[in-house]
Nanobody, 120 residues
Framework: QVQLVESGGGLVQAGGSLRLSCAAS?????MGWFRQAPGKEREFVAA????????DYAESVKGRFTISRDNAKNTVYLQMNSLKPEDTAVYYC????????????????WGQGTRVTVSS
């Protein structure tokens, strides 16, 4: 069992930045960020391998978001810059015992989510 706790969400104006954190009880997993907006399906945002050597991003966030991890602190980060109103969603951290993947079905453990609201 892996415990995941997200933090860092909030209200920000369009063009602003936020950094989300996900504190995990283990660093031995591939980690991903997903988001779900009201009335929409959960969608992939970014993922990072256990070593941090491989990352993957959704096209909609490439060049604006950066995923990173500090295994000494068992923490994964999502730096979000140039935020847009369409980035508004609940953001979830997830852990996957295998490879970097964009399908939420691959991820076994999930946090409770942190809400991000981007105002126009």
């Amino acid at each position: 069992q892996v415990q995941l706790v997200e933090s860092g969400g909030g209200l920000v104006q369009a063009g602003g930045s936020l950094r989300l954190s996900c504190a995990a009880s283990s660093s031995m997993y591939t980690m991903g960020w997903f988001r779900q907006a009201p009335g929409k399906e959960r969608e992939f945002v970014a993922a990072i391998s256990r070593s941090g050597g491989r990352t993957d991003y959704a096209e909609s966030v490439k060049g604006r978001f950066t995923i990173s991890r500090d295994n000494a602190k068992n923490t994964v980060y999502l730096q979000m810059n140039s935020l847009k109103p369409e980035d508004t969603a609940v953001y979830y951290c997830a852990a996957n015992p295998d490879y970097v993947a964009s399908s939420w079905r691959t991820y076994v453990y999930w946090g409770q989510g942190t809400r991000v609201t981007v105002s126009s």
